[in-house]
Every structure is written in C-alpha cells, then in structure tokens.
C-alpha cells in the first residue's frame, strides 16, 4: 500500500512539472509582440513599423514603387528617422486572438492614403521565386484569404530581434502544413532604383520597433502647433 501511495505521489509530481516545462515551451511562442511603450500589439489597431537604430539607421516602413512598374507597389524605408512612414495593421492566421504573438502567422497591410495608380490590395507578399533574377523582395498585392497554401506568400512572423525590445520579420509561414516550406530573414537591401527594401536572406534579419500611428500622430501636431 506504502508502495503505492508513494508511486502515484512520484506520477502525481512528474505529471505537474511536465505540465508545467509543456507551458513554458508553448508560452515562449506565444509571448505578445511589444511596442515601443511595453504594451501589447493588437491586430487591427494602427502601428508604425520603425528602425530600431537611432542615427543612421532610417525612418519606418512605407509604400513605395520601382521605375518602370506601376504595380505592385513595393515596402520601401524611408530615409529620415524622422519620418515614421505608413502605418500597418496586423492580423492573425487566428482570428479569435486579438494580440500579435511572438512566432506566429501573421498578415501585414498598410493602411491610410495612398495614390490609385495601382488597384492591388496593400496586404505584404513575397515574390515569388521566378520573378527576380536577383533578391525576392517583400512587395505589396497579397491576398487577403484565409490561411493556406494558397495565400502563403502573405503570411509572415514577428520575433525577437538581437537588441532587447525590438524584433524582426521573418517568412516562414505555417499557414500551409508543408514540410517544403522554407525559412526565411528579412533584411534590409537596395535595389537598382537606390531604395532601401526588404528582401529575404539567410543571414540576421534587421531590427523593427511598433510605435502605435495616434500617439505618433499627436505628438507631430504638438509639434507643429508649437
């Protein structure tokens, strides 16, 4: 009887320190994204997506062009820290979780004015693989479906970047459950036009910040108002 009280005892602690190393492991891939204030980043709120260099490093991410394409636009960084750029919004391959998350699928679209020359969607894609001759770029025109194989070149992740705070995108997506699918960075690079882009690449990817557009946006017109 000792034996076995003694035996279930040793199960019953096995089972919670188990328990407890599988939610430590699932909970650090399921760490929110953080914006520059600490708070979490929320889908479908308005973020603008920053150099976490200060100094030399550039402003943040925009809609941009390449000579001689009208469409699709392209993700451009602007060249001033000052200037922040477009905003994003972000949205989860899991419609029910209303907060990005570290390693998981999630869309990127650029919201707020933009010109007509171009009728495509503004949702973030990367080109494929026959269409370059040289890097695969981050451009716009991505689908906005459901996650799947058919919408995998609009599906990307959010982690850790190698400074404290600030992360990076990767293309990985596991929208489509296929073995083939490969991993990517996202660096920065310059294409022929001079602009400064994002590519895919096999090396550290660079380092972003999320800087929520409405507190951008006010503190700009103080400024301006001063």
């Known amino acids: 009887m000792k034996t076995t009280t003694a035996s279930l005892f040793l199960l019953f602690i096995f089972s919670i320190t188990q328990s ?11 760490d929110a994204v953080l914006d520059r204030n600490g708070d979490k980043v929320l889908t479908g709120v308005r973020y603008y997506v920053v ?7 550039g402003g943040g991410l925009a809609i941009g062009r390449e000579s001689g394409r009208k469409c699709p636009e392209v993700v451009v960084q602007r060249r001033f820290d000052l200037d922040n750029g477009s905003p994003v919004v972000f949205s989860n391959a899991n419609p029910g979780d209303g907060v990005v998350r570290v390693s998981s699928d999630v869309r990127v679209k650029f919201v707020g004015p ?17 269409e370059s001759s040289g890097n695969r770029w981050v451009e716009l025109g991505g689908s906005e479906g ?22 990076k995108f990767k293309y990985c997506p596991s929208a489509c ?10 660096e920065r690079a310059v294409d022929t036009d001079g602009q400064v882009r994002l ?15 409405d507190e951008a946006d006010a503190r700009i017109r103080q400024v301006v108002r001063a």
């Open 146 to 167: 459901e996650p799947g194989c058919d919408t995998a070149e609009s599906w990307f992740k959010i982690d850790k970047a190698f400074i404290d705070g600030t992360y």
């Open 114 to 130: 933009r010109d007509r020359l171009c009728p495509t969607s503004t949702v973030w894609k990367v080109q494929g693989e026959g």
């Open 20 to 30: 407890s190393f599988l939610f430590g492991v699932a909970n650090a891939t399921g």
């Open 177 to 186: 459950d296929s073995s083939a699918t490969s991993c990517y960075e996202i």
């Open 51 to 57: 150099s976490a260099i200060w100094g030399a490093g």
């Open 199 to 213: 590519a895919l690449t096999d090396s550290t990817g660079y380092p972003w910040i999320f800087v929520k557009a």
